[in-house]
């Protein structure tokens, strides 16, 4: 193969790769920076920041990755053919007929500059059989010219998705004019920075509204920073950093960041794992980019976002995996499970640790170490939808042998402000998802998740440490019944795809959703309304030490169908033959497989744990073998059937119930020994209330009461006045921490007394306006309006 680089070139290439030595990545930047010249030294950067610095081209993963790259783009190549309406035949982009079909349409015109990109990376990287292959760098100039020409130019009206027109055709041109920089003639460059100004004009930043917050806004704040990289526009990257600013500070409605750690995009919907995501990793390009410029971010309420990698993202990150409670549409994406929508978020905090204090850096750099080495289940350097930058900067912390791993650390999370809360203990992690007034039963919209009625109805997701890691990235989604999803309570009323509208739309209109936590354990409650149904039901969790205890009561429906309560359903992999024990006596392996467990004390499932039913309890079993496909719950995903196998424990309420409860417990990693004694202790858990009004807990053997308050009333040693969660535990130390708060966001005054003997009291926020202690402890609480949930702790001196 010939080269067509210039002396120039050639020389700044041989310079670099001279000083690279054996760790060479890339071909040096064409466009070589100058001290005068400082858009040179951002594509410089930038070039580095897309391709990956500081590996060795010839060493594992990354080898076989450049060599996977060259035969991706030796396919694109020969199968280009620039013609009307399409660069490539199976890329279509001409005008549409039809509204619906425009999103397809505008998806494939991005789609095209994203295959240009990686054309550009082939011809760029070290490795890749197509480095500096002149007929590769042509045909990256012709198909450029092609679709500045067909459809992405100045003169040009956008159809379809916004999003395809505003951020993903000009972050592939943008990134390809920036490889190919000293190959494109300026009169071309001038013409392609024009359309990216027609399409993503400064207006695209003037407000902090609709598609340009959150993710959305630093997605288009690259864009203009890397069209002044191109276009030596010192103004379009001034504009860019100043248009990030708005995305720093916490917010108490809409998208963003939120002060409990929550991040909310689309208005409705938790998006830590998706959305935030690509605003985390947005985020850590720009601020090395930019760094050391004239146009470095400086704004001090970046912290904001620094503070947030351990306040909003590492909560929902287990073991490698981001869970799927806050990934949104995301889940129905067969390209991409848990585990590889997480790796990304571990590559995009070493990146941001960059930009951040030495020690929070040394920090990231260890929670992301721990996180790699324990994901046995899909290790990142295995991942193969992981970029080479990411790998690299993965690898490298791997091999930093200076680091110490952090471990998963145990304790609760409560997030109000996006129903969501996650729980950990050692050997094992859970997450749950809520709806309410404010956050969406799910998210569907561009033919996504078009079966995730039901996700936000109290979904309990479980993993274990060692065991059970790749629980919902084994086709679960595809496959899973999903009227029976683990935790749910959901009426069986026929639902059609995309029930309740896209985009998150569809709110309950209920308002006590959330609970209270001392930090280790929690009390956490929904008041249910069932998406499209007359389902209504109060539904409350127990976080402690190695059980949720899970209460549901009030259930009453009028949709002319059963409900159902899944206490779980387990994915058991293709073959499915895992045993499962009913009070000692081990059910059938054949499938399918259906029982009524009537009387059951207890449940074992094996290498998963266990399950309790105190007092007894009628469940049903099935072990099936369920078949889907993706395209089910996806409009793009393939139409070919998978199949998984199941094991589902409900309770059946039975058509239009009235007043049905149920309760039970898990235990996840628990063996059957010991699920078996906790189910035969009757006095280690005692159910003080489940039904409509109120539902709590007493555990002796920690100390601890707890109740969720639906309405005011008495319930064990406590009574309050007004709907509120509750949860007092008592320490050896002759202390006791009163946790308690207002799920529903109303309260202007709310009464509490605890009837245990108080000697003082040792600390209360400002909230508390009156304790009186002796006898029993009463505290009077002001105004909770504006706690927006949060749990308010007070600590006293037992008598």
């Not at 830590?272 to 971010?297: D, I, N």
């Not at 999370?413 to 729980?423: E, S």
């Not at 936590?517 to 109060?538: C, H, I, M, N």
Request: charge should be neutral.
């Amino acid at each position: 193969m010939t080269s067509a680089w210039s002396r120039r070139t050639f020389l700044a290439t041989s310079a670099a790769l001279t000083a690279a030595g054996s760790g060479a990545l890339m071909l040096a930047t064409p466009a070589t920076a100058t001290e005068d010249d400082p858009y040179a030294a951002l594509r410089t950067t930038w070039s580095a920041l897309i391709l990956g610095e500081g590996f060795s081209p010839t060493a594992e993963p990354f080898r076989s990755r450049l060599a996977d790259l060259g035969a991706k783009a030796s396919r694109l190549l020969s199968t280009m053919a620039p013609a009307e309406g399409s660069l490539w035949p199976d890329a279509v982009f001409a005008d549409p007929d039809t509204d619906a079909e425009s999103y397809v349409l505008s998806g494939r015109m991005a789609d095209s500059f994203v295959r240009l990109s990686t054309l550009a990376q082939a011809y760029r990287q070290q490795g890749t059989g197509l480095t500096g292959d002149t007929g590769l760098r042509d045909a990256v100039l012709t198909g450029l010219e092609h679709l500045n020409t067909q459809v992405y130019n100045g003169g040009r009206a956008r159809y379809g998705n916004w999003y395809s027109w505003q951020i993903g055709a000009p972050q592939a041109l943008l990134d390809v004019c920036v490889l190919m920089y000293d190959a494109i003639a300026p009169e071309r460059l001038t013409r392609y920075c024009a359309a990216v100004d027609h399409f993503v004009p400064d207006s695209a930043v003037a407000s902090y509204t609709g598609t340009s917050t959150g993710a959305n806004r630093v997605d288009l704040c690259r864009v203009l920073a890397l069209r002044g990289a191109v276009g030596g526009s010192a103004a379009k990257i001034a504009l860019a950093r100043d248009a990030l600013s708005p995305v720093f500070p916490l917010v108490t409605k809409g998208d963003g960041l939120y002060a409990d750690g929550s991040f909310v995009q689309h208005t409705t919907v938790p998006y830590t794992g998706s959305y935030g995501s690509v605003m985390l990793g947005g985020l850590g390009l720009l601020f090395a980019l930019l760094k050391g410029t004239a146009w470095e971010v400086t704004d001090p309420k970046r912290q904001v976002v620094f503070d947030a990698v351990e306040n909003a993202w590492a909560p929902f990150v287990y073991n490698g995996l981001v869970m799927d409670a806050v990934a949104g549409r995301a889940i129905s994406r067969s390209e991409v499970d848990d585990h590889r929508r997480g790796h990304p978020i571990l590559a995009s905090v070493v990146l941001l640790g960059r930009g951040a204090s030495d020690a929070e850096n040394n920090r990231w750099r260890g929670l992301v170490k721990g996180w790699a080495q324990r994901d046995y289940y899909s290790p990142p350097l295995s991942n193969p939808s992981l970029g080479l930058t990411s790998l690299a900067r993965i690898k490298d912390v791997l091999d930093d042998t200076s680091l110490t791993p952090v471990p998963e650390p145990v304790g609760h999370r409560l997030l109000p402000d996006m129903a969501r809360a996650t729980h950990r203990r050692p050997g094992w992690a859970a997450s749950l998802s809520m709806a309410d007034r404010r956050i969406t039963y799910y998210e569907t919209g561009n033919g996504e998740n078009l079966r995730g009625w039901h996700t936000g109805s109290g979904m309990l997701y479980w993993w274990g440490d060692t065991f059970a890691n790749g629980q919902y990235s084994d086709a679960f989604w595809p496959t899973v019944d999903p009227y029976r999803l683990p935790g749910t309570t959901a009426s069986r009323k026929v639902l059609p795809d995309g029930a309740g509208g896209d985009w998150g739309t569809s709110l309950p209109d209920v308002n006590w959703v959330g609970g209270v936590t001392d930090g280790k354990r929690a009390a956490v409650g929904q008041y249910l309304k069932g998406l499209s149904s007359t389902l209504t039901a109060k539904k409350s969790w127990f976080f402690l030490d190695d059980t949720v205890v899970c209460l549901g009561a009030g259930i009453h429906g009028r949709d002319g169908a059963a409900v159902e309560t899944t206490v779980d359903n387990r994915s058991l992999g293709p073959m499915g033959n895992t045993p499962f024990t009913v009070d000692g006596s081990v059910k059938p392996l054949t499938l399918p497989w259906s029982a009524p467990l009537t009387g059951a004390s207890w449940a074992h499932l094996a290498g998963h744990g266990g399950y309790v039913f105190p007092g007894g309890a009628t469940v049903k079993a099935l072990r099936e073998n369920r078949t889907g496909r993706w395209r089910h719950i996806n409009t793009a995903g393939s139409t070919d059937p998978v199949s998984r196998k199941y094991l589902t424990l409900w309770f059946d309420h039975g058509q239009d119930p009235s007043d049905a409860t149920y309760a039970y417990q898990l235990l996840p990693g628990a063996s059957e020994q010991r699920t078996a004694a906790r189910a035969a202790d009757s006095d280690w858990l005692r159910v003080l209330a489940n039904t409509d009004d109120q539902q709590g807990v007493t555990v002796p053997s920690l100390g601890l009461t707890a109740v969720n308050f639906w309405f005011g009333g008495s319930v064990g040693p406590l009574v309050a006045d007004a709907p509120c969660s509750v949860m007092v535990t008592e320490h050896a130390d002759g202390t006791a921490t009163v946790c308690l708060s207002d799920p529903m966001r109303m309260r202007t005054s709310l009464t509490l007394t605890w009837n245990r003997a108080v000697a003082s009291v040792v600390s209360k926020p400002a909230t508390v306006t009156s304790a009186t202690t002796g006898a029993s402890l009463r505290l009077v609480l002001g105004d909770l309006s504006g706690t927006r949930g949060a749990t308010q702790t007070v600590k006293v001196r037992l008598s």
